[in-house]
Every structure is written in C-alpha cells, then in structure tokens.
C-alpha cells in the first residue's frame, strides 16, 4: 500500500524558514515523479514544485521560484521543500502527491502557518 | 501560470446528473491526456475520481465520468447522491518548463 506521511510544518514568522518532509512508502520512490502542493485557507488546490525521479530536475510554481527547494533522497525514500523567506501568502496545508500521469497518491497534508 | 476556469459552483437535486466544466488552453486541455478530477470533502486529502481525461481509478463508482472537447474538460456526475456534495478541482497537465496547473475548484451542493 502506497503511504506518504509529511512532517515538519508549524508556526514560522515572515521571513523565517521551514523544511518539510515527505516519508514515502509501499513503492519503488527512487522511479517517480514527486510533487507538492498547497492549500490555503479556504482556498483552492495549487501545485508548488515537482523533481525528477534522479533529482537532476525541479520545476517550481513561479511564485516560490528563488525561494523553496524541492529535493529528494532516494536512499531513504524521502521528499523535502525547503522553504525560505516566508511570506503570510505560504499559509497553507502542503501535501506531497506521487505522480504517475496525475498525482495518483497523496499525504495527508502538514500545515504551515507564517504569522507574526 | 494562470489556473484552469471552473464555474465557482454547481448543484442538482438527488438523482440527477450535473456537470462541471474547466476550460484551459491548448497548451494545457487541449494538448495533452493528463487531465484529472479530485473530489474534495470538507478537511480531508483530494481523492482522485478521473484521470486521462476518462478513465476512474478502482472503487470509484460509475457515476462519475469525465470528456474533453477543445480546451475544455467536463466532469458528469450522474445519479447524485449526497454523499457527492465536495468540493471538485480539475487538473491538467501543461507544456511550460512542465508543470501543472489546478482548476479554481467548484462547489458541488446537492440540493
């Protein structure tokens, strides 16, 4: 059975810093797509960054571009966003999602709330 | 990096069927295969019901279908049930530096 268990999110300050993981298990990691993606408040979905199965390639939404990192390490079957310089428009439930021509499994989601 | 058009909401009566559009371009629905729909229930994690445009993952009930005509994309729900009151979101893929890009979401109330 496929499970992804985020962790790491929690209350940061504006211009603060987080990092957030992604524990994927029940299938081969190191051969798929991952993503994240976000959810405001009361808000729609919105898809963040996404990198290649080998790491060598990331690919992110234009408005965290310079500030979030996605990575991977695929000893240890887990996914990471690097987030900096934190604006109150990153409040939101981030998920990760396996992708396999869409985003096919999802975690359940870590919550991220910048405010002073 | 502009989201898909969704109409905000939709609603039907039990029984009856309701559609959901998401119009995109032809660099995203109209180009390519991969695109999906997620039904949302108030605090819990999207759940995939279409991808490909047509197809439905194991468990989902064939109620729930999905076409594509141009830049548009079109969830049916048939038979509506009250359970099938969420939230909707359509996602597609796009050719630019590749990545996706969701609907806005549509409210579905059933009445």
């Known amino acids: 059975e496929v499970q992804l268990v985020e962790s790491g999110g929690g209350l940061v300050q504006p211009g603060g810093s987080l990092t957030l993981s992604c524990a994927a298990s029940g299938f081969t990691f190191s051969t798929y797509w991952m993503n994240w993606v976000r959810q405001a408040p009361g808000k729609g979905l919105e898809w963040v960054a996404n990198?290649?199965?080998?790491?060598?390639?990331?690919f992110y939404v234009d408005s965290v571009k310079g500030r979030f990192t996605i990575s991977r390490d695929n000893r240890e079957n887990l996914l990471y966003l690097q987030m900096h310089s934190l604006r109150a428009e990153d409040t939101a439930v981030y998920y990760c999602?396996?992708?396999?021509?869409?985003?096919?499994?999802w975690g359940q989601g870590s919550l991220v709330t910048v405010s002073s | 990096q502009s989201a898909l058009t969704q109409p905000p909401s939709a609603s039907g009566s039990p029984g009856q069927s309701v559609t959901i559009s998401c119009t995109g371009t032809s660099s995203d629905v109209g180009r390519y295969k991969y695109v999906s729909w997620y039904q949302q229930h108030p605090g819990k994690v999207p759940k995939l019901i279409i991808y490909?445009?047509?197809k439905r993952p194991s468990g989902v009930p064939d109620r729930f279908s999905g076409s594509k005509s141009g830049n548009t994309a079109s969830l049916t729900v048939s038979g509506l049930q009250a359970e099938d009151e969420a939230d909707y979101y359509c996602?597609?893929?796009?050719?630019?530096?590749?990545?996706?890009?969701f609907g806005g979401g549509t409210k579905l109330t059933v009445l």
């Open positions: 996602l597609s893929y796009r050719d630019s530096k590749i990545l996706w890009v």
């Open positions: 999602a396996k992708e396999h021509e869409t985003f096919d499994h």
């Open positions: 490909e445009v047509t």
């Open positions: 990198i290649k199965p080998d790491g060598n390639e990331k």
